[in-house]
Structure formats: C-alpha cells, structure tokens
C-alpha cells in the first residue's frame, strides 16, 4: 500500500480583517493544519478612489489613504501574530497584500495560481439572496476560477 505524501502542502487563506476571514483562519489552524504546510495568508484591500479626479489632490483624501493603510498593516501584523500563535505546526507562514487591478476574486485567484497553493480557504461573507445575486461575492468568484480546491467556511 503506498504511503500517504500529503506533507508538503500550500495553503492559501483569503483575508479581509473581518469576523468571516478570522473564522475561516481558525477553521483552517483547528480542523486541517497539519505539519509542514506552507501557509499564505493574502489580502487584497482595495481602496476605491474619489469619483472627481481633482478629489485625489486634497487633504482627506490622503487622510483616507493613510487610514486604509493602517487598517492594512493592522490585518497584516493579527495574522502574523496567528501563525505564531496558531500554527505551530506549519514549516512556514507568510502575510501578505497583494494589489487589486480587476476584481478581488481575481486577483486572489491569480496569487493562488502564481503561488501553485494545494488549496484555498475562505470565509463566507453571508450575504442575503438578492444582495449576492446583485454584487456577487468574492467567495462565489474564488469557488468558479481558482485551479485548485476551495473550502469555504460557514459563518456558523
């Protein structure tokens, strides 16, 4: 009988700051982690510039840009915290931010291709019906485009 070889893998978990993505961390340091995973953990922030061109020159603008970034190193240093807290077992973790030129679904599913993960984690935004039939949901993108096998985790 052959041996099982499932040492090795890289895991890629999709963070946002939110109660969803930290769920789906501790989902994934409870119920899977195992050693020698290689873990990514990557946000994709996105920061939508002021409709009128002109706004991008005044004071609040660059105010709200150097909150967005606090927000983004605040993700940043929780989830370093975590693999050290969290995931012992992992050979290596990295956090990091990747940027965003299309969509975010696309973009994490272009790191995850890029970065050859085993597999994706997720949280579940739990959007209602109509307001995911209208947006979509990153979750939704990442489960019909990424090459590799996706686990979303339930806000439950």
Same mark, same amino acid.
């Given at each position: 009988m052959a041996e099982n070889t499932c040492s090795g893998r890289k895991i890629m978990i999709? !963070?946002? *700051?939110?109660?969803?993505? &930290? &769920?789906?961390?501790?989902?994934? =340091?409870? @119920?899977?982690?195992r050693? *020698?995973?290689?873990?990514?953990? !990557?946000? =994709? %922030?996105?920061? #939508?510039? %002021?409709?009128?061109?002109?706004?991008?020159?005044?004071?609040?603008? @660059?105010h709200e840009v150097e909150k #967005?970034?606090? &927000? !983004?190193n605040a993700i940043l240093q929780y989830y370093e915290k975590a693999i050290k807290d969290k995931c012992g077992k992992c050979k290596h973790g990295v956090v990091k931010t990747i940027g965003v030129n299309y969509s975010v679904g696309h973009a994490l599913c272009d790191e995850a291709k890029n970065s050859h993960v085993t597999m994706v984690v997720v949280g579940s935004r739990g959007l209602g019906t109509i307001r995911r039939t209208l947006l979509g949901s990153i979750s939704d993108y990442i489960i019909h485009h990424a090459h590799c096998p996706v686990v979303v985790v339930p806000k439950q």
């Open positions: 999709c !963070v946002d *700051g939110s109660d969803h993505s &930290k &769920k789906a961390f501790d989902w994934y =340091a409870e @119920h899977i982690a050693d *020698g995973d290689e873990l990514l953990v !990557v946000t =994709a %922030p996105e920061l #939508h510039p %002021p409709a009128l061109p002109h706004a991008l020159a005044t004071e609040e603008w @660059h #967005h970034q606090e &927000k !983004v």
